[in-house]
């Protein structure tokens, strides 16, 4: 192990030992590049909206890799659950980033070395679970592909844009073949740019897109906002006694003219009672703000009950019978006229009750499942970094 990475709540520790793991990070893999640092820095900026001067900026940045290589956390994470304020023993409780994906890959690995990417595929998804979308979904990949976006937008001339590979609601927009003036060439090939131009900032992902015909909410779910398509977070989670469990749902909802409903975009969440379906706290957002009534719709979030709950309940159900090898899936649903329908489903879907809740859940998590992480680092599981500690 690493002689100098140790436990310590003292911020100048974490400020010293996060620049020697930069150093011997980058021994083995290049990963802190100037482009990467200024990426980090960014991040920064956008969650303190450029209000704290170079010195706390540059201390924020080296305690978020501090606590990246220690508690497995990401500076998203750092600012929604306010990790930068908590001790060790507090950061421990919670379900982070690269802690999460432990315990997930633990819940599906019987789905093979490919699990990840059968969820995280937005069309190979589809394509596996078509008769629960209750829409049209294709893919494009270049311009060989205009006869199959002609028919698409045949029937389509509105529809959602989302990279095939994303998650966060990146790159995630309404269209209509009006902005293209009905021009399929020109249409498609706007689309396909999108891809290449987010694939060149995230060289990781693919530059392919998926077109969805457009959700129709039914009126009940509607009445929240309009202009956004209000989906319920439904994490299945197969416990220790081999039953699916709902675990600690939440209701995703925009605001003002936002089309995708994210806490991180324009957009809050709040908590439901897995059993009753009612909405149980106020609406969040990652920034801090708070909502008791939508600012829109005037309707009170908190006691809201969300309909046909049991059906959900159901459905979710069904889902996972279909993929009896997955033990966690984060589903995204919304509810049409003709019952619920599939937005998508997240393979390490994230823990925002935390957020809410202000407390962490890995030991509740740890009793449902009845499993435990017990290495002492997220990344001696990984075979690039296990041996960081070969570098001293």
Known sequence: MLDYLKITNDENEMIEIAH????????????????????????????????????E???????????????????????????????DEEKREYMVKNIRRMYVNHLNDAAGPDRVQQLEDKYRLYQRLKPYYLR??????????????????????????????????IGVHKVSMEDYNNDCEAALSSILNEGLALKSRHPSRVSK????????????????????VNAVRATAVRGKDGKIHI????????????????????????????????????????????????????????????????????FVDRLMAELPAFGY?????????????????????????????????????EDL??????KEFWWLEDPTFKRLGETT
């Open 20 to 55: 020697r793991l930069i150093e011997d990070v980058n021994k083995i893999k290049k990963i802190y590049t100037p482009l990467m640092m200024e990426k980090i820095y960014e991040q920064v900026d956008h969650y303190t909206a450029g209000g704290c001067s170079p010195e």
């Open 57 to 87: 900026r540059d201390r924020i940045v080296y305690r978020s890799i501090y606590d990246y290589w220690v508690y497995g956390s990401s500076i998203d994470e750092e600012f929604y659950l306010h990790l930068l304020y908590k001790t």
């Open 329 to 365: 899936i984060g589903w995204d649903l919304v509810l049409t006229p003709k019952g619920w329908c599939v937005m998508e489903g997240n393979y390490s879907a994230e823990f925002i009750f935390q957020m809410i809740d202000r407390r962490g859940y890995k030991r509740e998590f």
């Open 369 to 374: 499942i009845g499993w435990k992480f017990e």
């Open 209 to 228: 897109m998926v077109l969805e015909e457009l959700i129709t909410q039914d009126e009940s779910l509607a009445v929240l906002h309009r202009n956004s």
């Open 136 to 169: 049209d979904v294709i893919e494009v990949r270049e311009m060989s592909d205009l006869g199959i976006f002609e028919e698409f937008v045949g029937k389509h001339k509105e529809f959602v844009v989302k990279p095939a590979d994303y998650a966060f609601g």
């Open 247 to 314: 675990y600690h749902p939440w209701i995703k909802v925009g605001i003002s003219g936002s089309f995708v409903a994210s806490a991180a975009l324009d957009g809050f969440d709040a908590k439901i009672d897995p059993v009753t379906g009612i909405v149980i706290t106020d609406g969040y957002q990652e920034n801090g703000n708070v909502f008791e009534v939508h600012p829109d719709s005037g309707i009170k979030i908190k006691g809201f009950q969300i309909p046909k709950w049991q059906e959900l309940l159901n």
